[in-house]
């Protein structure tokens, strides 16, 4: 599967984003689909991932409320709506693809993913 990810820039703080991620290569309903981020000098961590199917949705805590992630399946497409973006956002966002049905816990975990988006920069300006 290809992951082609958009949307990035620089917002000031407070501002909103809305990366969009457009698979191809596999039947995109049948994936978890997952949004990581790794800041400068970071680890990649987490940030969201909505399950197949039914869309069920998980955030990391840093996020949780102040971010969004949503899927069209018949535009192949995982969105990341991010309001209220804070300094501490700027990092570089990457899409990810799992042909696995992930669990709350499991969503988190890397290894869990396939595929992998290019990455795009997020820069939030204070």
Do not use: H
């Not at 018949?74 to 696995?100: G, H, I, P």
């Not at 049905?101 to 795009?120: H, M, P």
Request: hydrophobic share 35%; with cysteine.
């Amino acid at each position: 599967v290809q992951l082609q990810a958009s949307g990035g820039g620089l917002v000031q703080a407070g501002g909103s984003l809305r990366l969009s991620c457009v698979a191809s290569g596999r039947t995109f309903s049948s994936d978890t689909m997952g949004w990581f981020r790794q800041a400068p000098g970071k680890e990649r961590e987490f940030v969201s991932a909505i399950s197949r199917y039914v869309s069920r949705t998980f955030y990391a805590g840093s996020v949780k409320g102040r971010f969004t992630i949503s899927r069209d399946n018949a535009k192949n497409t995982v969105y990341l709506q991010m309001n209220e973006l804070k300094s501490e956002d700027t990092a570089v966002y990457y899409c990810a693809a799992s042909r696995f049905s992930l669990i709350t816990s499991s969503s988190t975990d890397e290894s869990q993913y396939d595929a992998w988006g290019q990455g795009i920069q997020v820069t939030v300006s204070s």
